[in-house]
């Protein structure tokens, strides 16, 4: 399976900022998170209805937290927090939706792929202004996460075009973006900096 990268909404812009950013950068990005935390059900929903009538397709969009609004629009799946429902009971109660889980500590990922999580995002790799003052946690720590769990692991925090393909060479199954592509000056440019240096980093 090739490298993925994951375009995380940073909740800062409007529904239709956000459609017009991945409307042009659709081609690079593999998934759409919608991670407008502020934003009624029903807000969240309609979002999504105009994310694919763009053209982006229902099964790259996953939801934040959301699971019950995943659910009903038919999307790919749901990425659960530490204040989520439990992963198992998500996967109990909406068994069409993939579940990934937010992990933060190699116990944190091997409980949630315990409990049934089909995919992980770990972070923060590096240093990230979304997380100010906070050290990152670094490749060595990535890897030992991928070498412990069996599910896919994306790579989040800090993640800049330059640092796409080391993180592609721990084992990484991806990595996921917010700022580096959503207030970038230029969207479709830096995201095709990022695909260039996952595939290179893919390929060394």
Known sequence: MSPSIHLISTGKQTI??????????????????????????????????????????????????????????????????????????????FPGLNVGKSVHSLKEAIGAEEEG???LLYGNIYPTSSKPGKAGKGLDSLREIIRHVGCPVVGIGGISPERAGDVIRTGAQGMAVMSGILQAEDPGEAAQAYRKEIDRGRML
């Open 16 to 93: 239709s900022e956000l459609t017009e950013t991945v409307s042009a950068v659709q081609q690079q990005v593999d998934f759409l998170h919608i991670r407008e935390k502020h934003r009624s059900a029903a807000e969240i929903f309609d979002g999504i209805q105009q994310v694919t009538e763009t053209g982006f397709p229902m099964d790259r969009i996953i939801i934040n937290d959301r699971a019950d609004v995943a659910s009903v629009a038919g999307c790919f799946g749901v990425q659960l927090t530490h204040h989520s429902l439990p992963v198992a009971q998500v996967k109990q109660s």
């Open 117 to 119: 999580a089909d995919f």
